[in-house]
């Protein structure tokens, strides 16, 4: 394992070209992640039409970089102005913008982009140390196993749906995996629902299904809501690189909070559905909790600051795990993410820890330089970056929607695709209008083509008592644990509020 | 209640029941795999439409309540903010979506290179109000680098669209 673990190093940063796509996928995350009404979720679906056709590990790494990055600039508008550029951004707030209030932006922000860097890389490391542990666990997976996996997976998309709107979230996961069956029936060769368009014989595009549902929606709203934050300050006049340092050195002097607060991160990734929100307030929480000045914070404690930006930039380290080993997302993100990876022929599962080692240890490096290279580069633009904030939605909008109809007829060449585009962005539209989760519409269809071939494989296998098998048994008890969790969770009185992603 | 979302779940509902009912054509292997997803998926949409219509008779009792002579004058909450999306943002939501339609037509008749620019240019100066000079430029620059990239360098050939072949067959280019 040491020889793979260095081996991907070694042809990570010996690879111009890997490396050459990770500053781009930096650059462009770190952009994407300042600039208003872009998420990362739209990102990483516009971005994934350019890198069809690449080398896979090319590919990936180019990919989860831009996701792994992106939380990294977007503390920026919480610190200097107050506004957070998301959920996760929120616990930032509290005690960063006071700081800057009190003329100390930039230390805030040295403190707050370090704090992100470490964190991603703790969250790596955390991955990688769960590897051996989860190793002889996943290798004793069979195709019942998978397929109970599968369903694992699909029962998360309970999870990834929050309060009243549990039933909403199964609904968009059950078209999801009903659109899988579209295609060639791999047992009678039926074309299901496809008829005589021989386009729709490989099944519905996954690129087509992952624009329509994200990109297009977000931008429709992006062009109707504008997305300008233009009634605030746009330059802090007291910003020194001197005081940026300071920041960056507050890092040594809290290491343990560091430490522990990218741990929690890590851990709270690795479960799916509870997104960063959950662990940056988690660790918000915490860093009061263990503080001996309690009272300091909301009133520009660095502690404050600091916690939360290792947390949720920790747990994409923590998320990458059920994603690549058991083909769950960890998140929202991840979600769209595991499509991607689908597309450019990584098959989550235990194969990847069997046959695709060394890609899974280029993908931990890929984290850690890429926060490295994010990290060096916010620091020194940090100050002009922030700036982004001020673009309006709207200019962006024409140019988003360029990228979407190239992505979506470039991943199969086929025009009708620009049609389906159209009329799944409808529905995806209509879900955001409406308030429904759409990560689990992801989760449903790429889950549903293995669980059937896994289904059909096991059945052929062993009849119907693979059911009785002893991992199996333990797989149905999650299942039945984790429904039974959600429903009880859905159905209890409410006394706070962690955000779910969805 | 919501309505739009329980809109939405009716038409959830038929889609669901329009791919069972289909379903039931195909060989009993093949028809397999969309009853075991697609019944549940009926029974979901269901269970949604009876929860929205429970919540419904109750926000109507609560209504009820409120406005009983017993209740007195009912309360100023002062000006309720407005949602996020609703009918004071759909004349501005359809003309998105005109645009998004008219640009997925207009490549596929016309293909990338006309309509790149074209929905660019109209967009920028209209809905983004930018200067002319700004939209030109932006939208020629970005229609050059779409060839660049596209064209010349990936050696991709983007969709040419139904009709400018045609046209540009029939003015002998």
């Given at each position: 394992?040491?020889?793979?673990?260095?081996?991907?190093?070694?042809?990570?940063?010996?690879?111009?070209?890997?490396?050459?796509?990770?500053?781009?996928?930096?650059?462009?995350?770190?952009?994407?992640?300042?600039?208003?009404?872009?998420?990362?979720?739209?990102?990483?679906?516009?971005?994934?039409?350019?890198?069809?056709?690449?080398?896979?590990?090319?590919?990936?790494?180019?990919?989860?970089?831009?996701?792994?990055?992106?939380?990294?600039?977007?503390?920026?508008?919480?610190?200097?102005?107050?506004?957070?550029?998301?959920?996760?951004?929120?616990?930032?707030?509290?005690?960063?913008?006071?700081?800057?209030?009190?003329?100390?932006?930039?230390?805030?922000?040295?403190?707050?982009?370090?704090?992100?860097?470490?964190?991603?890389?703790?969250?790596?490391?955390?991955?990688?140390?769960?590897?051996?542990?989860?190793?002889?666990?996943?290798?004793?997976?069979?195709?019942?196993?998978?397929?109970?996996?599968?369903?694992?997976?699909?029962?998360?998309?309970?999870?990834?749906?929050?309060?009243?709107?549990?039933?909403?979230?199964?609904?968009?996961?059950?078209?999801?995996?009903?659109?899988?069956?579209?295609?060639?029936?791999?047992?009678?060769?039926?074309?299901?629902?496809?008829?005589?368009?021989?386009?729709?014989?490989?099944?519905?595009?996954?690129?087509?299904?992952?624009?329509?549902?994200?990109?297009?929606?977000?931008?429709?709203?992006?062009?109707?809501?504008?997305?300008?934050?233009?009634?605030?300050?746009?330059?802090?006049?007291?910003?020194?690189?001197?005081?940026?340092?300071?920041?960056?050195?507050?890092?040594?002097?809290?290491?343990?909070?560091?430490?522990?607060?990218?741990?929690?991160?890590?851990?709270?990734?690795?479960?799916?559905?509870?997104?960063?929100?959950?662990?940056?307030?988690?660790?918000?929480?915490?860093?009061?909790?263990?503080?001996?000045?309690?009272?300091?914070?909301?009133?520009?404690?660095?502690?404050?600051?600091?916690?939360?930006?290792?947390?949720?930039?920790?747990?994409?380290?923590?998320?990458?795990?059920?994603?690549?080993?058991?083909?769950?997302?960890?998140?929202?993100?991840?979600?769209?993410?595991?499509?991607?990876?689908?597309?450019?022929?990584?098959?989550?599962?235990?194969?990847?820890?069997?046959?695709?080692?060394?890609?899974?240890?280029?993908?931990?490096?890929?984290?850690?330089?890429?926060?490295?290279?994010?990290?060096?580069?916010?620091?020194?633009?940090?100050?002009?970056?922030?700036?982004?904030?001020?673009?309006?939605?709207?200019?962006?909008?024409?140019?988003?929607?360029?990228?979407?109809?190239?992505?979506?007829?470039?991943?199969?060449?086929?025009?009708?695709?620009?049609?389906?585009?159209?009329?799944?962005?409808?529905?995806?539209?209509?879900?955001?209008?409406?308030?429904?989760?759409?990560?689990?519409?992801?989760?449903?269809?790429?889950?549903?083509?293995?669980?059937?071939?896994?289904?059909?494989?096991?059945?052929?296998?062993?009849?119907?008592?693979?059911?009785?098998?002893?991992?199996?048994?333990?797989?149905?008890?999650?299942?039945?644990?984790?429904?039974?969790?959600?429903?009880?969770?859905?159905?209890?009185?409410r006394r706070g509020h962690i955000h779910v992603e969805g | 209640m919501n309505n739009f979302s329980t809109w939405l779940t009716a038409v959830m509902l038929l889609i669901f029941s329009t791919m069972v009912g289909i379903a039931m054509l195909y060989p009993v292997d093949a028809r397999f795999m969309p009853f075991v997803v697609g019944i549940?998926?009926?029974?979901?949409?269901?269970?949604?439409?009876?929860?929205?219509?429970?919540?419904?008779?109750?926000?109507?009792?609560?209504?009820?309540?409120?406005?009983?002579?017993?209740?007195?004058?009912?309360?100023?909450?002062?000006?309720?903010?407005?949602?996020?999306?609703?009918?004071?943002?759909?004349?501005?939501?359809?003309?998105?979506?005109?645009?998004?339609?008219?640009?997925?037509?207009?490549?596929?008749?016309?293909?990338?290179?006309?309509?790149?620019?074209?929905?660019?240019?109209?967009?920028?100066?209209?809905?983004?109000?930018?200067?002319?000079?700004?939209?030109?430029?932006?939208?020629?620059?970005?229609?050059?680098?779409?060839?660049?990239?596209?064209?010349?360098?990936?050696?991709?050939?983007?969709?040419?669209?139904?009709?400018?072949?045609?046209?540009?067959?029939?003015?002998?280019?």
């Amino acid at each position: 394992m040491i020889d793979t673990m260095f081996g991907a190093l070694f042809g990570l940063v010996s690879s111009p070209h890997i490396m050459g796509l990770m500053l781009i996928a930096v650059i462009f995350g770190l952009l994407v992640g300042v600039t208003p009404g872009i998420g990362g979720k739209l990102s990483i679906a516009m971005a994934i039409p350019f890198v069809y056709g690449m080398d896979m590990v090319a590919g990936a790494v180019f990919l989860l970089t831009m996701h792994a990055v992106n939380g990294t600039s977007g503390q920026i508008s919480s610190i200097m102005f107050g506004i957070p550029g998301d959920g996760d951004d929120a616990a930032t707030t509290l005690d960063g913008y006071p700081l800057a209030k009190q003329g100390q932006a930039a230390r805030a922000l040295g403190a707050s982009i370090t704090a992100s860097g470490i964190g991603g890389i703790i969250g790596a490391v955390v991955f990688a140390v769960m590897i051996p542990i989860l190793e002889p666990i996943v290798l004793q997976f069979s195709p019942a196993e998978f397929f109970l996996i599968a369903l694992l997976g699909i029962s998360f998309i309970a999870f990834l749906s929050s309060g009243d709107k549990i039933v909403k979230g199964l609904i968009v996961g059950f078209w999801g995996l009903m659109l899988a069956t579209v295609g060639m029936d791999p047992q009678t060769g039926t074309p299901r629902y496809a008829g005589d368009m021989l386009f729709l014989w490989d099944g519905v595009s996954l690129v087509t299904a992952v624009l329509a549902l994200f990109a297009v929606p977000e931008m429709i709203a992006l062009g109707t809501k504008g997305g300008a934050i233009s009634a605030v300050p746009a330059e802090d006049k007291n910003f020194s690189y001197r005081q940026l340092l300071s920041g960056v050195m507050e890092l040594p002097r809290h290491w343990w909070l560091v430490i522990r607060t990218s741990i929690i991160g890590a851990v709270i990734g690795m479960i799916p559905g509870l997104g960063g929100s959950a662990a940056a307030w988690l660790c918000y929480g915490h860093a009061v909790q263990s503080s001996k000045t309690p009272e300091r914070f909301g009133k520009g404690a660095i502690e404050g600051v600091i916690a939360p930006e290792t947390a949720s930039n920790g747990k994409e380290g923590g998320s990458l795990l059920p994603t690549l080993f058991f083909g769950i997302p960890g998140s929202s993100g991840m979600a769209v993410l595991l499509g991607a990876f689908l597309i450019l022929g990584i098959q989550p599962g235990a194969f990847m820890m069997t046959d695709h080692l060394d890609v899974v240890w280029t993908l931990i490096w890929a984290l850690i330089v890429g926060n490295l290279i994010a990290v060096v580069i916010l620091l020194v633009v940090c100050r002009w970056v922030a700036l982004l904030t001020f673009v309006n939605g709207k200019m962006l909008v024409p140019f988003i929607l360029v990228f979407v109809a190239i992505g979506c007829f470039v991943s199969e060449f086929q025009w009708q695709n620009l049609v389906i585009l159209v009329l799944f962005s409808a529905i995806g539209y209509a879900f955001l209008r409406a308030g429904w989760p759409r990560a689990p519409f992801v989760i449903g269809l790429v889950l549903g083509g293995q669980a059937e071939a896994s289904l059909n494989q096991a059945l052929q296998l062993w009849g119907l008592s693979f059911f009785t098998r002893p991992l199996s048994l333990v797989l149905i008890a999650m299942i039945v644990a984790l429904m039974a969790f959600a429903l009880y969770r859905n159905l209890r009185p409410r006394r706070g509020h962690i955000h779910v992603e969805g | 209640m919501n309505n739009f979302s329980t809109w939405l779940t009716a038409v959830m509902l038929l889609i669901f029941s329009t791919m069972v009912g289909i379903a039931m054509l195909y060989p009993v292997d093949a028809r397999f795999m969309p009853f075991v997803v697609g019944i549940p998926g009926i029974a979901l949409c269901l269970l949604q439409l009876g929860l929205d219509a429970a919540r419904a008779n109750n926000g109507l009792l609560f209504r009820h309540f409120q406005t009983a002579p017993k209740a007195g004058k009912p309360v100023e909450d002062g000006p309720a903010e407005l949602p996020e999306f609703g009918r004071h943002t759909a004349k501005r939501e359809l003309k998105m979506w005109a645009y998004v339609v008219a640009f997925i037509a207009g490549v596929l008749v016309l293909g990338f290179y006309i309509s790149v620019p074209a929905m660019l240019i109209t967009f920028l100066r209209r809905e983004a109000a930018a200067s002319w000079r700004t939209t030109l430029l932006l939208g020629i620059g970005a229609t050059v680098v779409l060839y660049l990239m596209f064209g010349a360098l990936l050696q991709i050939r983007l969709h040419s669209g139904f009709l400018t072949p045609l046209i540009l067959r029939g003015v002998g280019l």
